[in-house]
């Protein structure tokens, strides 16, 4: 293909794409990443994803996205605003900003059919497929690729100007494309405010995160009891943790997202620890039908409540 048309398509592909209401529009080409192979195999080693078994599947296609689409040459990497403009009243039992409205799962994936149908329409029939936070890639990295952010020493990707509240998504096509260049800048510098506020010590050297001690795992993946080892160290986060963001210098440029359905809903973030404990599987399931949360179903989240407030 002329490099003309490759860079008419690329171009059309960012314009859509901000269409859409994506903050950001990277692309690189699809290969294989070793260096992220030999560091996941390291931290599967050493055990760091706990219970989070999943994670020890399809090695080969986390780590080569031509595994996952057929003749892949582009990886497009996205990044939608989630940072709300509201924040939860202090004294309930806290949810991670990222639930505060509707289950970023539906809102993207439907972003990416769009803009898959439009390729497909405008630029020609491709080989494709849209990830959204459910398949295995590595979306930091490729984010970090295209030049979109770095990875902090949290394992977060930061923006620059923008900060790190935000959802990624790619789709992987069988297309060239123009790439762009990828961010070797790490702007972190000699800051640590992630790693010395982190309250369970999940933050590690070397950008390293040992899941099996991160908040999130502990009161979104882990299904068991929360280990004992654990109490008086949860700050009162009952679904996720936003410490280590929260935190985080580069946060100060956080602006609210203007997403309709990521706005909070009061009646989901005003719950006490009673009305946690005291709630009906009817209550919960009209309250979280389309809300990040329900993954935790009930039972999950009156563990979790439970454990952070054992006499409520």
């Not at 901000?18 to 195999?41: M, N, P, Q, V, Y």
């Not at 100007?161 to 494309?177: K, P, Q, R, T, V």
Request: charged fraction near 25%; include cysteine; glycine fraction near 6%.
């Amino acid at each position: 293909m002329e490099p003309s048309a490759i860079r008419n398509h690329t171009q059309q592909i960012k314009t859509e794409a901000a269409r859409l209401g994506f903050d950001f529009c990277g692309i690189a080409k699809a290969e294989f990443l070793s260096e992220d192979a030999r560091r996941l195999e390291s931290w599967l080693n050493q055990g760091m994803h706990g219970k989070m078994h999943y994670m020890e599947n399809w090695l080969d296609k986390r780590v080569d996205p031509r595994k996952l689409v057929s003749n892949a040459k582009s990886v497009i990497s996205l990044m939608l605003n989630y940072f709300p403009e509201q924040l939860q009243p202090k004294g309930f039992p806290k949810i991670s900003k990222y639930a505060f409205g509707m289950d970023y799962h539906f809102v993207i994936k439907e972003k990416l059919q769009e803009l898959l149908a439009f390729i497909n329409e405008n630029i020609g029939e491709v080989n494709g497929r849209a990830f959204v936070d459910s398949a295995p890639v590595l979306e930091r990295t490729w984010a970090q690729k295209t030049g979109l952010g770095w990875i902090g020493k949290n394992g977060m990707l930061i923006n620059k100007n923008s900060g790190s509240y935000f959802f990624l998504a790619e789709l992987i096509l069988d297309i060239e494309l123009s790439y762009d260049s990828a961010m070797t800048n790490d702007h972190c510098g000699t800051c640590t405010k992630c790693i010395d506020a982190c309250p369970t010590d999940a933050i590690l050297p070397n950008k390293v995160v040992d899941g099996s001690k991160c908040i999130s795992y502990l009161t979104i993946e882990l299904k068991d009891e929360i280990p004992n080892e654990f109490k008086n160290k949860m700050t009162g986060w009952a679904f996720g943790c936003d410490v280590c963001q929260e935190t985080c210098p580069w946060n100060r440029f956080s602006k609210p997202n203007g997403v309709p359905e990521f706005s909070a809903i009061a009646e989901q973030l005003n719950l006490t620890a009673r009305d946690w404990t005291e709630m009906t599987d009817e209550v919960f399931n009209k309250l979280f039908k389309d809300s990040p949360i329900k993954r935790t179903k009930l039972a999950g989240m009156k563990k979790n409540v439970s454990f952070l407030f054992p006499t409520e």
